[in-house]
């Protein structure tokens, strides 16, 4: 897709990358870019490389032994890939909002504040500040503002999302990637962090990955489709799902609405 005018450079190039885990290709010479101000949504069967492609976005895949890639990805015109990327940065600058979503084993302030304070936030009150204004814009303040010094533990699924996505906005990140951000989450719940991921979407270059095509045909603007691996079709949304341009983008999407 042509820039758009007001955000004219991309936010994230995926430059002809490709990985393998032991050998065996996960994603296949992926061309793609990413804009701020822009929900791009990936859709997919089970393994065509959705979770692979967040993950490769803040580097997770240093974890994994026999992970190998090729290509560049670009963040603000910086190749990440490159060995003296400094992770913890990397990943405050891209956050993750993985599945399952999890709580820390510790009050729902420190789920947050302990992040900033590993960052080298000192100051108590920037911390109180970061922390509530966090929770507000993941829409959580209202609910847990009188128990920020209860443990995050026994917080219901949909609460435990908007706490993982509190802990990266704390960051104040430049993207953020959410995998199944539907997954564990009823209808209502759902539909309110839709309207999260609406309201926050100037800010920040979204990803997400999802299992749910409807959610992808609502909640994005540009939408993509992988199979194994590949990168088959990526287009503004409507028309990727009205018209799409390839026979197999047709065949996925009747298949599954
Ligand atoms: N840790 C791993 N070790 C080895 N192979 C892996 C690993 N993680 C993923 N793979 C393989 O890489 C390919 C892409 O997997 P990936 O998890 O990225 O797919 P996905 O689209 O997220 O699938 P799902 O919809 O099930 O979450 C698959 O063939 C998968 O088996
Ligand atoms: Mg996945």
């Known amino acids: 897709m042509n820039p758009s005018p007001t955000h004219p450079h991309p ?7 490709s990985a393998w885990y032991q050998n065996s290709p996960a994603l296949e010479n992926i061309n793609l870019q990413m804009f701020t101000g822009e929900r791009l949504a990936i859709i997919g069967p089970a393994g065509s490389g959705k979770t692979t492609l967040l993950h490769s976005l803040n580097r997770l895949f240093d974890l994994e032994s026999g992970f190998r890639h090729q290509g560049q990805i670009l963040l603000s015109g910086q190749n990440i890939l490159e060995p003296e990327v400094d992770l913890a940065d990397l990943r405050r600058r891209v956050g993750l909002i993985g599945t399952p979503a999890t709580a820390l084993p510790v009050s729902i302030f420190e789920n947050i504040a302990i992040g900033l304070r590993m960052a080298g936030e000192r100051h108590r009150e920037r911390i109180y500040e970061r922390v509530e204004s966090s929770l ?3 829409r ?3 609910e847990v503002k009188h128990q920020l010094d209860q443990t995050a533990q026994h917080l219901p ?3 435990v999302k908007r706490l993982s996505l509190a802990r990266a906005l704390a960051f104040e990140p430049e993207v953020l990637l959410f995998d199944e951000p539907e997954s564990g989450l009823d209808n209502i719940t759902a539909t309110l962090f839709e ?3 609406r309201d926050i979407t100037p ?10 095509i409807k959610l992808a045909a609502r909640a994005s603007d540009r939408t ?5 691996g590949a990168l088959v079709e990526c287009g503004p949304t409507r028309r990727f799902f009205t018209q799409p341009a390839q026979a197999a983008t047709h065949d996925f999407i009747t298949e599954r609405f």
């Open 203 to 212: 800010k920040y270059a979204i990803v997400f990955a999802t299992n749910d």
């Open 157 to 159: 699924i949909g609460l």
């Open 11 to 17: 936010k994230i190039v995926f430059d002809q990358f």
């Open 140 to 142: 959580l303040w209202d």
């Open 224 to 228: 993509a489709l992988f199979l194994k």
């Open 195 to 197: 309207d999260i991921l």
């Open 136 to 138: 507000k814009e993941s």
